[in-house]
């Protein structure tokens, strides 16, 4: 098969979407700072809810894996391989062209190659390209 490249227009960030590996012990403390870190600069967020049960916050909007995509200008995912592909999944199953941001936070990463002590870095970067209303362009 021959890739080819694909170009999304980015908008503003609005909402983000936050979906962690909720077996890991760390996920809860991630989970809580990265909303935190959102929220302050006034984005809002939405967790999924098996995620959310996990940062025992009351007033957190929540929805499904599945709606995930539909709800989101971002997702942001934080655990390995298998929670990177399992929103993948989710993303291709909806008509929305949702882009994802994995944070490696699991055991493997050869697909979420960003650690999360360069989260801040990396979510920066994209905000500021969705700000400037850059394209995307993903080749696969």
């Known amino acids: 098969m021959t890739p080819t490249l694909h170009s999304k227009n980015c908008t503003t960030v609005q909402t983000v979407g936050i979906i962690a590996k ?3 012990q760390e996920a809860s403390a991630a989970v809580r700072d990265v909303a935190d870190w959102l929220a302050a600069r006034g984005i809002d ?4 809810i098996n995620t959310a049960r996990i940062i025992n916050r009351e007033g957190i ?4 894996r599945d709606n995930l995509p539909t709800v989101a200008d971002l997702i942001l995912v934080l655990g390995g391989d298998g929670t990177l592909l ?4 989710c993303v291709a199953r909806t008509t929305s062209d949702v ?3 994995a944070v490696n ?9 960003k650690s999360f002590k360069l989260f801040e870095k990396s ?9 400037n209303n850059n394209t995307l362009n993903f080749i696969f």
């Open 105 to 113: 936070f699991g055991s493997l990463g050869f697909l979420t190659e």
């Open 86 to 89: 399992g929103v993948a999944g």
């Open 61 to 64: 909007e929540t929805c499904s």
């Open 99 to 101: 882009p994802v941001l």
């Open 22 to 24: 909720t077996r890991l």
């Open 123 to 131: 979510i920066k970067w994209f905000l500021q390209l969705c700000a």
């Open 45 to 48: 967020i939405v967790v999924e």
